[in-house]
């Protein structure tokens, strides 16, 4: 993999010329695209992060061993009332999550966020994001804009890299789960009426447009719906204009619906009733909520997985304490604050996150003593691999400058579907700071 991102730099140096049309061509295409996130386009980088066979291979079992675990996890969870007590959950999300969902795929979709070193393949997990999990309209839109690009045309005209299809593939997946559903009468010829929904006012609305046009391409009567203009009669979850909905494709976050539980109060209560057939289920929140990396590595997970589980959490899962009076020494944060982040428990979109190797001594004093008994934890940092690249951004001649990666992997029904690049040159990268979004390739084995 290297190699790979080590030719295309050297061919972007030796065709500047073609680049820089081809980066302003790319630009112009987002710029104009449907890869748009609270009213901006999103921000990007010119070249494509290209992964190896190999390393595609390295993250395929890396995504299969961690996906394998959390499913142990979630399954435990549901089984074992003592287990559920290292979670942070209230009573109220407790009964949600335990409620049955109808099908057995605990962990429909996810993304599983790792920082990936392409020198040596290590690598560690930094996040895991379920059924909000976000990012493929992004690649999509990455993807098309790169068709024509300079350096898509000479890499692929020699080692036949291709991009990730995420859209057709999760519709596939989730019409096999809602045939699995025990609601649906086993009519499985039937096609349910399904329903995407969020709050709109928080939402990503051109993601869920495109995974709409897809699901009718597909045949399926489908719409987009604010959770809040749901309706719950007769036992029946209703659109606005009150035609029955068969199937949810739920974007809205946990943390969102019990902020916000007396607007999403009719979604809530067809949940609990068992009403209609959610993917994902709010058993996703056991693995979604950041306290999992801190119990990951706790004894009573330990107890029930194998001895090669338990090592690829230690080796894979960061240092992660609750950021609480009496369990952490403060001046050890303090002195040696570039080897640590904190992170809110259940927030998203890097909300509250903050790296020590971002701020001041002063500054991150008063970061760890705001956040300190305030449902934050403390994990310890992992440097994240460095690359370089051209930003377009506002600039039609950029220089090459290094940037910190970081890779999703989307997992659909359990199997990586495909991969999700961005890189910022902070310690956190998110849109938020100043992050930015690659075009993923891999490389064929053909």
């Given amino acids: 993999m290297k190699n790979l991102n080590k030719l295309c730099e050297k061919l972007v140096h030796e065709r500047f010329n073609e680049n820089l049309a081809s980066g302003?061509?790319?630009?112009?295409?987002?710029?104009?695209?449907?890869?748009?996130?609270h009213g901006v386009p999103v921000a990007c980088l010119y070249?494509?992060?290209i992964f190896s066979a190999a390393a595609?291979?390295?993250l395929n079992s890396a995504a299969h061993t961690m996906y394998t675990i959390l499913e142990k996890v979630i399954r435990r969870y549901l089984d074992d009332p003592a287990y559920r007590t290292l979670f942070p959950f209230s009573a109220e999300l407790d009964e949600l999550i335990r409620t049955e969902a109808g099908y057995p795929c605990l962990l429909p979709i996810a993304r599983l966020d790792i920082f990936f070193n392409e020198d040596d393949f290590s690598f560690k997990f930094c996040e895991f994001n379920a059924d909000g999990a976000s990012g493929m309209n992004e690649s999509r839109e990455l993807d098309n804009a790169h068709r024509q690009s300079d350096i898509f045309l000479q890499m692929n005209s020699t080692h036949k890299i291709r991009p990730f299809e995420l859209f057709d593939t999760w519709i596939q997946d989730f019409a096999g789960l809602y045939d699995s559903y025990s609601g649906n009468g086993n009519e499985s010829t039937v096609r349910p009426r399904i329903v995407i929904t969020d709050f709109t006012d928080r939402a990503t609305p051109n993601e869920f447009i495109a995974f709409r046009t897809a699901f009718q391409k597909a045949g399926f009567d489908t719409d987009i719906c604010d959770i809040r203009e749901l309706m719950y009669t007769?036992?029946?979850?209703k659109?606005?204009?009150g035609r029955k909905v068969d199937a949810v494709y739920r974007r809205a976050v946990t943390c969102d619906i019990m902020e916000r539980k007396n607007e999403a109060a009719a979604f809530i209560e067809a949940a609990k009733d068992g009403a209609v057939c959610i993917i994902g289920h709010f058993r996703t929140q056991i693995i979604h909520n950041k306290a999992i990396f801190r119990i990951l590595r706790m004894p009573e997970t330990s107890a029930f997985l194998t001895e090669a589980e338990v090592e690829f959490i230690a080796q894979h899962i960061p240092e992660t304490l609750?950021?609480?009076?009496?369990?952490?020494d403060p001046a050890e944060i303090l002195a040696n604050k570039d080897e640590w982040i904190i992170k809110p428990e259940d927030l998203y979109g890097s909300r509250g996150v903050y790296a020590g190797i971002d701020h001041s001594p002063e500054k991150w004093r008063?970061?760890?003593t705001q956040a300190t008994d305030a449902d934050y934890l403390l994990q310890r940092y992992c440097p994240p691999f460095r690359s370089v690249n051209l930003n377009f951004n506002g600039n039609d001649s950029p220089n090459f400058e290094e940037y910190n990666n970081i890779t999703g992997m989307f997992m659909y029904g359990g199997k990586l579907a495909g991969l999700y690049s961005r890189a910022g040159q902070s310690g956190v990268i998110s849109s938020h700071e100043q992050g930015m979004t690659m075009a993923s390739f891999v490389e064929t084995k053909e």
Wanted: charged share 30%.
């Fill in 239 to 241: 659109t606005p204009d």
């Fill in 322 to 328: 609750r950021l609480k009076t009496g369990e952490f």
């Fill in 56 to 58: 595609w291979d390295c």
């Fill in 234 to 237: 007769g036992g029946e979850l």
């Fill in 47 to 49: 070249m494509p992060k």
């Fill in 24 to 37: 302003k061509a790319v630009r112009e295409y987002m710029e104009s695209s449907t890869a748009v996130y």
């Fill in 366 to 368: 008063n970061h760890i």
